[in-house]
């Protein structure tokens, strides 16, 4: 099944905040969650937990 435009689950990639140009890809509500999401999530590069931001 192909995701739309503005599925209700949006695929969000999450960018390290190091600057590294890690990332992570999950999913998130837009309901729930209108704002762009921040996790602190592990950077292996910089081997650490750091905040990772949702970028579009």
């Known amino acids: 099944m192909a995701s739309s435009g503005k599925d209700l ?4 990639k ?6 590294t140009g890690y990332t992570y890809v999950t999913r998130k509500n837009r309901r729930n969650n ?3 999401l921040v ?3 592990y ?3 910089v ?5 990772f931001r949702e970028s579009r």
Do not use: N, Q, T
């Open 14 to 19: 999450l960018r390290s905040s190091a600057g």
């Open 39 to 41: 996790l602190r999530k």
């Open 34 to 36: 209108p704002e762009r």
């Open 47 to 51: 081997r650490r937990h750091v905040e």
């Open 9 to 12: 689950r949006p695929l969000v």
């Open 43 to 45: 950077d292996p590069v």
